[in-house]
């Protein structure tokens, strides 16, 4: 059985990072650890101020500790929202102790979108966060953390391919071999992923058609999906387009339900399907 450790926040209301990891990862057949950076009464979107939040960064070095004592491995380990610049530091500290060559480093530097930080974070913040990239196989950026990794403005989710590839060559110079910018819209009517394998030299687009609206966490599923399917040995271009098509799936279904589900998709429905576009 694969394993992946899966390193983020647990936001106990609000269906992102940990709470839609665990299920996905799990549901794909793959044995699924988490260390839980931070305990959070929901995820910090709008609507939900006034949130609490328990850091967790002192324990994960003695986690890391045992861990290493247990002799654990893992087939990747995935990174997503990180609360602090020092919880930066601590996980790729934890790369050093278990990133073997067999293991994958997935990191998705999650520090914004729609142009502006999240809540908590600055430009110290994304300085260290580069530096975790440069650890990582793969990274996974949207538009607004991809300005930020290179520490230029932010030009909007619209852009040419010219662009796109030229965003994703600089990306690949922070160090990472294979960068793909979520969330990029080529034309009115289709927006997705860009990818680039710097091994290869390949582009490629995982493209799917335009649905209207902002979905929460949305980035978080995709993560997650796409980890489970590399490490369950599909090829990349395979795997980015069952990632993409499980996020559309779970928008879809969500459709229609936005004044209630405002805050994360609903993707528990579509985990059968999930299941049964991964069987191998
Ligand atoms: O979906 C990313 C995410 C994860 N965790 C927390 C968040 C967010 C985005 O807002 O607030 C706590």
Redesign the pocket.
Known sequence: MKRIVSI??I?CFGK??LTVALPIISAMGIETCVVPTAV?ST???TGFEGYTYHDLTADIPAIAAHWKRLGLRFDAICT??LGSKEQVQIVSDFFNTFATPQCKVIVDP?MGDKGQY?KGFDDSFAHQMRQLCRKADVIMPNMTEAALLLGEPYRGERCDEAFIKELLKRLSGLGTRIVMLTGVHVDDTHQGVACYNSETGDFFNCLSQNIPGYF??T??VFSATFAGALVKGFPLERALRIAVDFTVDCIRHTLGHEKEHWYGVMFEECLPQLIANTKQ
């Open positions: 983020q926040d936001s992102c990072s959070l995820h910090t979107g997503g929202y999650v999240y929460h966490s980035g978080d």
